[in-house]
């Protein structure tokens, strides 16, 4: 590939160059196959029978009328899975939720919650089907908010779902609780100049993914399946339905297709089990498309938060102490990140009190799922309202109060551990050196600013590379390209190998190919499978130096690697001519068999990140209307192996937030039935939603990684919530402290204000 030298830098000759994507020809041509796309000889199409009620006690279920339409070739309910997962070890707890969520079982849990699935000839003649399966109801009380869920005249969702975290008289649908932090916070409190309490609450989203949930399950007789479907993790799929199927793992293959977005909700299995089901009791290839009201109405929205804020903070802006409750309703299901919107709430500052307490509640609503940095944008979005309503009361400058408090290598985390090195301070400094930070505002706009925080994650993860004879290289990972991930695995290894990026192929393997990896999510590919990629590549590189010290004579501990050749490392080693990759590929059959590298970890060291966004809003006092001017995204990657791509994270981040700040959110009528279930109701951003979105990539390498990465994919969407919210509060002059800031609620706010 060419090369700009302007784009070297760091002693790197591919890593942070911007090459073309590889997967680029194949999805602008429509090659590309996605999870709706695959076909096979005899398939037969399912359609799922969904509750109408928000919960209800299932008391009956006749398909009769169903099974008798002709082209109806199997019906499923909850009776066709087996009932093991209760006693196999280690799946009594999630896996059974799981299983309650693919299929109701006693109760239909929430509006939308799959009761009965069909397998026909056609899809038309599978939605007919499940129009005509008779459910007999027991319509039980509901409750879809947080808050309500907890008081105590709630009705239980599901008796006995609370672990033993939970503090004793808590209501049962209370079922996690979460307690961190160090320090005295009273004492903290006493000692600032001004302390200020607020509460705050966010509506549940959806992460807004165009492609549907999909797949085509293909279950033999002799316990052996194929599943192809769109998912974030192949190897997670494969082990849950297993689980849920009672098969053995290994002989349930799965493949990843291309994925049309997951942004953490393609993490959990929903149709996948259902489809195999229905395979296995007509022996032929079953195929699910989720509708779009489906995925709204069925599939992992975030949770919804009811959060409150405390702190403390000198004349200075020095922060004495900071607690925050945080109150998050995931779904009729344990699961609600509250213990991550607890930890991460505080986490970019170093303070010597903190206290930060998580409550995870079920209510009627389906089961929610990851979405980008989980848990995280909602805390952000209550603290960084609050530290910016301080700045403005004491007259200080945002910025400089976060750089004052701002958490550095040594600072012991507000949930625990010490940093090492971190780029928080870079961050904040890049954001007040930037020109958006001192330009002019005009009447009627205001300015937001907001900091945010993820942990990264490691995980499971094996790689193989295999080189060909023409000395090019193939590379298998188990991880889903859900951000570029095949572009940065190639470069990568391409700077290990010395090879041209172009001549390294990356895919995807399935789980019949390679070891366990995690799911595609955490902010880990990069980081992880880039880690083992380079692991790989250097382990391929150690057998070409053996092959060359074979050949010349000497001692491989004599050979070196650069820029593709094996080289004498010096006078001493001998006086040999340097032999390129090609040379040693190209008779490796001869000089004992084909070269491959591999590596499996669970690497521990992904490194956290943080980020700084600044952000402009003009308000429209008249209609309430909000126009986002001016965005600008600073963030840590630790090292940007494709610049390009890590901007388009940063870009994706932000566009997500500002969508789910100012419009997106589930809303549900008094019967607990969800009312805005399509895109037309539900409303993301589009482009005339949005500026230009700069961004400016801070590099703190990584200590972790050999390459310095910091995963990219999540900790953007964590400071937008809050730095919008500042943006539209300081424009309109009244402090907006409710989710989506949609315009009747500015107008109510602003009324509200003028009322006093």
């Known amino acids: 590939m060419a090369l700009d030298n302007d784009l070297k830098k760091d002693g790197f000759t591919f890593v942070g160059t911007r090459p073309d994507r590889p997967d680029g020809l194949d999805k602008v041509t429509g090659r590309a196959k996605f999870g709706a796309d695959m076909v096979a000889p005899g398939m037969l199409h399912g359609a799922v029978l969904r509750s109408p009620h928000a919960h209800a006690r299932i008391k009956g279920i006749d398909t009769s009328k169903a099974e008798a339409l002709e082209g109806v070739k199997a019906v499923v309910t909850r009776a066709d899975f087996p009932n093991v997962v209760q006693h196999k070890p280690g799946l009594a707890g999630e896996m059974w939720n799981v299983m309650e969520n693919v299929m109701a079982g006693e109760k239909a849990l929430y509006d939308g919650h799959a009761v009965a699935a069909v397998a026909a000839t056609s899809a038309l003649i599978a939605r007919d089907a499940v129009k005509l399966i008779e459910v007999d109801y027991e319509v039980l009380p509901h409750v879809t908010d947080v808050d309500e869920a907890m008081a105590a005249d709630a009705p239980v969702i599901r008796e006995g779902s609370a672990d033993k975290s939970v503090p004793e008289g808590m209501h049962p649908n209370v079922v996690r609780y979460h307690e961190s932090g160090h320090g005295d916070v009273e004492a903290g409190f006493a000692e600032a100049d001004l302390v200020m309490e607020q509460t705050y609450k966010t509506e549940a989203t959806h992460q807004g993914y165009i492609e549907p949930h999909a797949c085509l399950g293909m279950l033999g007789s002799d316990g052996k399946g194929e599943l192809w479907c769109t998912t974030q993790g192949h190897f997670f799929f494969q082990k849950v339905c297993a689980a849920l199927l009672d098969l053995e793992a290994s002989q349930l293959r799965v493949t990843a297709s291309e994925i049309g977005g997951g942004f953490g909700g393609k993490t959990t299995v929903f149709l996948e089990p259902v489809a195999l089901a229905l395979s296995r009791k007509t022996n032929r290839p079953v195929k699910m498309v989720m509708s779009r009201s489906d995925v709204f109405r069925a599939t992992g929205p975030t949770a919804s938060a009811s959060m409150d804020v405390k702190i403390g903070m000198t004349k200075d802006g020095t922060i004495t102490a900071a607690q925050g409750i945080f109150r998050l309703q995931g779904g009729a299901f344990p699961g609600a990140p509250a213990d991550m919107s607890a930890m991460c709430a505080f986490a970019p500052y170093d ?59 040594g600072t012991k985390a507000s949930y625990g551990p010490t940093y090492e090195a971190i780029g928080q301070v870079a961050c904040l400094e890049a954001a007040k050196a930037h020109p958006h930070y001192a330009a002019p505002l005009k009447p009627g706009q205001g300015r937001g600013v907001a900091s945010g925080f993820w942990f990264n994650h490691g995980g499971e993860t094996s790689v193989s590379l295999a080189l060909s004879e023409d000395g090019t290289a193939q590379i298998s990972v188990g991880t889903p390209d859900i951000g ?51 692991k790989a590549a250097r382990d391929a590189v150690e057998k070409l130096k053996g092959r060359a010290a074979a050949q010349w004579g000497i001692d491989p501990e004599a050979v070196t690697w650069e820029d593709g050749f094996a080289k004498p490392s010096g006078p001493n080693a001998g006086d040999f001519e340097p032999l390129h990759i090609t040379k040693i590929t190209a008779k490796m059959g001869r000089t004992g068999g084909p070269i491959s590298g591999h590596f499996e970890a669970t690497p521990e060291g992904a490194g956290v990140s943080f980020g700084t966004h600044i952000v402009d809003a003009e308000v429209d006092p008249e209609t309430g209307k909000t126009s986002i001017i001016r965005y600008t995204v600073i963030q840590d990657a630790g090292k940007a192996i494709h610049p390009a791509y890590v901007e388009g994270q940063f870009q994706g981040g932000a ?43 801070v590099e703190v390498p990584n200590p972790g990684h050999p390459y310095g990465v910091r995963g990219v ?7 937008p919530l809050a730095a919008v919210a500042n943006a539209v509060s300081n424009a309109a002059g009244v402090r907006l402290k ?18 006093t």
């Open 713 to 719: 994919g999540e900790t953007g969407i964590v400071p």
């Open 484 to 534: 570029g991930s095949r572009a940065s695995m190639a470069l990568m290894a391409a700077e290990v190998l010395g090879i041209p990026y172009e001549n390294i192929r990356v895919t995807i393997a399935d789980t019949a190919t390679l070891g366990y990896n995690d799911v595609s999510h955490g902010s880990r590919v990069t980081y992880a499978s880039g880690l083992a990629t380079i």
């Open 738 to 755: 409710e989710l989506p800031m949609s315009p009747p609620k500015i107008l109510k706010a602003l009324k509200e204000q003028s009322d």
């Open 351 to 409: 303070l010597q009190n903190v206290r930060q307490v998580g409550y995870d509640v079920i209510a009627n609503r389906p089961k929610q799922a990851a979405y980008r940095a989980p848990g995280a944008p909602m805390s952000a979005f209550a603290a960084e309202s609050v530290i910016d309503e301080m700045c403005n009361k004491l007259g200080l400058d945002p910025i400089e109060v976060r750089l004052k408090n701002a958490a550095k290598e």
């Open 655 to 697: 566009a997500q937030g500002i969508g789910w700040a100012l419009n997106e959110e589930y809303i549900y009528g008094d019967d607990g039935r969800l009312q805005n279930s399509i895109f037309l109701d539900y409303r993301i951003p589009v482009a005339s939603d949005l500026p230009m979105i700069d961004t400016v990539i």
